[in-house]
């Protein structure tokens, strides 16, 4: 079973940019695609981005798109997200979370493992 750590959270202004950063350890992280999904306040958790397990294959939100950008390195076991051009309604908790099955895309929303989500406030 992975083990995932999310960090990089904080508050920024609006156009600012973070880095959120998602740490595994145990099992073989290489073989599994990745996620970053969010919650905000009152709303259903959602998907923001998500990175094969090759890295080869990325695919995002319409709502982030040209503004997120999900990488990963294998070799030190993390999975980072940067993001730009931040908005109010970026505001949010971001939880990073890898599919369940191995070799995937990161988009058949059925994840075996989830981090404990890092806390993204954007002020307008």
């Known amino acids: 079973q992975v083990q995932l750590v999310e960090s990089g959270g904080g508050l920024v202004q609006a156009g600012g940019s973070l880095r959120l950063s998602c740490a595994a350890s145990g099992g073989t992280f290489r073989f599994y695609a990745v996620a970053w999904l969010r919650q905000a306040p009152g709303k259903e958790r959602e998907f923001v981005a998500a990175i094969s397990w090759s890295g080869g294959t990325t695919n995002y939100n319409d709502a982030v798109k040209g503004r997120f950008t999900i990488s990963r390195d294998n070799a030190a076991n993390t999975v980072y997200l940067q993001m730009n051009s931040l908005k109010a309604e970026d505001t949010a908790v971001y939880y990073c979370?890898?599919?369940?099955?191995?070799?995937?895309?990161?988009?058949?929303?059925?994840?075996?493992?989830w981090g404990q989500g890092t806390q993204v406030t954007v002020s307008s």
């Open positions: 979370a890898t599919e369940r099955g191995v070799y995937g895309s990161g988009l058949s929303g059925d994840f075996g493992s």
